[in-house]
């Protein structure tokens, strides 16, 4: 791996002043905490100067921001995604496509669309160094099981995975149900729309749950934590909007300051 030239926010920064499209711009700022907290725990497992090739596997690796930037530091990365993300008829999807095709080419990314809740994994046993898993259980609507598995089947051992995923402890989700009578399953509203598409949370975990689940699969934990990742971010059509709901964040992280457990998402690194 290349030695680590850049700090993590530089490197955030320069990828997203040279890389990020316009219409990518609201989906990668509001990512950027998460990408900067991971990148840094990343790094940090694997040390800055290691002279051994580095293989990851990036789980729902999406539009590739996080693959590319781990690409700049030498990583060997694959990433898989289902491929009925990408494949919508509209230009923005159509534009999609083709800075995918782009970016997999210049940063010499391997992206593989499989859908991971029913197929398994197209790679040897004991083939990656890492998996990254983030923000991606919270919306399957399948049994977890059969792809954590599969995860672990893949993984060197002492292998580690990162993951993250939505705490249903969290405080806003208490507020929500408890005064709007809102749980954090997709809103009834979707069903009713007829251009539904399941691409909302089917379920979020309780630590307990999370721990249970992983153990269930054979892991062992090397860190957890609760961790508030998300702002809204400025848009001139919803201006009002979205200042009120960054009002409401910033109340509510004093209180998840002082009680972690009442954090937006869960952070484990769980070893093989």
Excluded: C
Aim: charge should be positive.
């Amino acid at each position: 791996m290349k030695s680590v030239k850049f700090r993590t926010e530089e490197l955030l920064d320069l990828f997203f002043q040279n890389e990020i499209k316009n219409y990518e711009r609201f989906d990668f700022l509001y990512n950027k905490k998460r990408y900067s907290f991971l990148l840094n725990k990343i790094i940090e497992q694997i040390g800055e100067k290691s002279e051994k090739k580095i293989k990851i596997l990036d789980v729902g690796g999406g539009l590739l921001y996080l693959s590319s930037i781990l690409s700049l530091v030498g990583i060997q990365i694959t990433a898989i995604d289902t491929e009925k993300g990408f494949s919508t008829s509209n230009t923005t999807g159509s534009k999609t496509e083709i800075n995918l095709q782009t970016r997999r080419k210049k940063f010499k990314i391997n992206q593989i669309f499989i859908d991971v809740q029913e197929e398994k994994l197209p790679f040897k046993n004991n083939y990656f160094d890492y998996v990254i898993f983030t923000e991606v259980l919270e919306h399957f609507w399948l049994s977890p099981v059969f792809s954590l598995q599969e995860i672990y089947r893949v993984l060197k051992k002492d292998g580690i995975m990162f993951l993250t995923t939505p705490s249903t402890a969290y405080l806003g989700n208490r507020i929500k149900l408890a005064f709007l009578g809102k749980t954090i399953q997709t809103d009834i509203s979707r069903y009713i729309n007829e251009n539904y598409f399941p691409s909302f949370h089917h379920k979020e975990y309780t630590k307990d749950e999370l721990f249970r689940l992983l153990k269930h699969i054979g892991f062992d934990f090397l860190s957890f934590g609760y961790i508030d990742f998300y702002q809204k971010i400025y848009n001139p059509v919803f201006l009002g909007k979205v200042l009120r709901e960054n009002i409401l964040l910033k109340l509510l992280s004093i209180f998840t300051f002082f009680i972690p457990s009442l954090g937006q998402s869960i952070y484990v690194e769980a070893k093989k």
